[in-house]
């Protein structure tokens, strides 16, 4: 199976397991276990959503995680400012990363965009360095889409 054919599978189950559900926790929450469990080679898949000035952990799975981060810091507080997705092959080379778990190496975020504004991010962490690259970033920018579509009052 090639990575393409990976995620179009994926957003096929993404789009099974959202329909007729329409509360975003529970959907972000459903939609991280689908990546963690089909993805390969994660340790961590998760949701933050914008809260003012910073953003606040949602649904994950993996090992417990930094709680609070300011819009600017790290990949994920970079993601939002910048209102675009990030790979970072290397973490441990990114200026100002934020190491919840000093497992990870890799990471790809992507900001969660509805009625024109930023709500949040979907963000997933790798042991491996370079595990993700622009067909992850695509491929992960359709999911993201999937739950804005799916879930209301976000």
């Known amino acids: 199976m ?4 990976l ?4 957003l096929r189950q993404a789009r099974g397991l959202l329909a007729g559900e329409h509360d975003p926790v ?10 963690w469990y089909t993805l390969p080679d994660l340790n961590w898949a998760g949701f933050y959503f914008v809260k003012g000035d910073e953003l606040v952990l949602g649904p994950f799975q ?3 995680a930094c709680v609070r981060i300011a819009i600017g810091s790290g990949v994920c507080g970079t993601a939002v400012a910048r209102a675009r997705t990030i790979v970072v092959p290397d ?6 990363h934020i190491a919840c778990d000093a497992a990870s190496n890799s990471e790809l975020v992507v900001p969660l965009s509805a ?6 991010v979907l963000d997933l ?4 360095t370079s595990r993700f690259d622009d067909e992850d970033a695509a491929g992960v920018e359709t999911l993201a889409r999937a739950w804005i579509e799916a879930s209301d009052n976000i």
């Open 2 to 5: 090639t990575k393409r054919d």
């Open 7 to 10: 995620y179009d599978e994926l």
């Open 26 to 35: 529970a959907n972000a929450a459903n939609l991280a276990a689908l990546i």
């Open 62 to 64: 993996g090992r417990p």
């Open 91 to 96: 973490v441990h080379e990114f200026a100002g």
């Open 115 to 120: 009625r024109e504004r930023i709500v949040g």
């Open 125 to 128: 962490d790798s042991p491996l």
